[in-house]
């Protein structure tokens, strides 16, 4: 299935089986407040410009993380400190030769974090398979972030499936919502379910981001996410590398939940045989004015020997 990099990549694979396991953790989301995520100006840059060398690169992302914490930034500066953040990670994980010259310039209070994003990164790049078409999905704008916290902090509370775990889902899946479509295996809705699923799971409307929420949580639970939180994570999506990657985002989220501030202004990303497309993040419903979605080329790669040539404008309406 073809990833989307959110964060990261989103994978759109979504749940496959009515059979689930059921979760104990309970680490309780604090009452963070997010401020609504921007929209992009039309000059700015799809792919934030990263310093060329690993050094450098290190030092801009651990003041980027900073920045992401710090309560007097404006959202200005946390719209671009999240977007540099997410790209050096893709960075990062495109190249682990730098790994010998980045980690060690990151400070012990950020190292867990560094790690985890950037195995997360590796992992999802490697569950990645390029098509030679842009799938016929919409950028649309996230559910306002604290909402989606309180949905989080439901769900937990209904089946016992730590917050951290179904935001980590969540991103991986859609970007938080962002990407409105149906899977190549007919996963629908913000936590990617197969309707079948989500008929034995879900009460209500696969794609509202609540109902949605709420059974993800069932489903876990209903896997033995408190037996075994693993094996349940793998049967919402039956790769190891999934599962690999969800431990790392929540793992950060509850070593320091302010990451998700980070996170939910990620952009979209889509990789081709040919080249990387991005989409900026959609603003929130509360914010949002007529726009259109449009891809755009963000880095190219060469295309392998013998495959289809790529068209040249890949747009369509919101």
Not at 167 to 172: G, Q, T, V
Not at 199 to 223: F, K, V
Not at 227 to 240: C, E, G, I, K
Not at 254 to 276: I, L, Q, S
């Amino acid at each position: 299935m073809p990833l989307l990099v959110v964060t990261i990549m989103l994978t759109l694979v979504g749940c496959s089986e009515p059979n689930r396991p059921s979760a104990t953790t309970t680490a309780t989301a604090p009452a963070t407040t997010v401020s609504p995520a921007q929209p992009r100006l039309a000059s700015e840059p799809l792919e934030p410009l990263l310093a060329s060398d690993p050094a450098h690169l290190a030092d801009d992302l651990v003041a980027d993380e900073k920045a992401l914490r710090d309560p007097s930034s404006s959202e200005a500066v946390l719209m671009a400190a999240a977007h540099r953040q997410q790209a050096a990670y893709r960075a990062l994980g495109r190249h682990p030769e730098w790994d010998p010259i980045a980690r060690p310039r990151i400070p012990p209070s950020l190292l867990e974090i560094y790690d985890r994003n950037v195995d997360a990164r590796r992992q999802l790049a490697a569950m990645s398979r390029a098509k030679d078409t842009l799938p016929a999905w919409r950028i649309v704008p996230p559910r306002p972030a604290d909402e989606l916290l309180g949905d989080y902090r439901e769900s937990e509370s209904a089946s016992g499936v730590d917050w951290t775990y179904l935001a980590a889902i969540n991103l991986i899946e859609t970007g938080f919502g962002r990407v409105a479509g149906v899977s190549t295996a007919g996963a629908q809705g913000p936590m990617q379910f197969l309707p079948s699923t989500f008929a034995a799971y879900g009460e209500g409307d696969i794609l509202s981001p609540h109902d949605s929420i709420m059974a993800a949580g069932r489903y876990l639970a209903a896997n033995g996410f408190a037996d075994d939180r693993d094996y349940a994570l793998y049967r919402y999506n039956n790769s190891h590398q999934y599962v690999q990657a969800v431990n790392d985002y929540a793992t950060v989220l509850a070593a320091d939940p302010a990451a998700f501030a980070g996170y939910y202004r990620w952009d979209v990303y889509y990789n081709t045989t040919a080249v990387t497309w991005s989409c900026p993040s959609a603003t929130p419903r509360s914010h949002r004015s007529p726009s259109r979605t449009i891809w755009r080329p963000t880095a190219q790669r060469r295309r392998p020997f013998g495959s289809p040539a790529r068209a040249s404008r890949f747009s369509k309406l919101c």
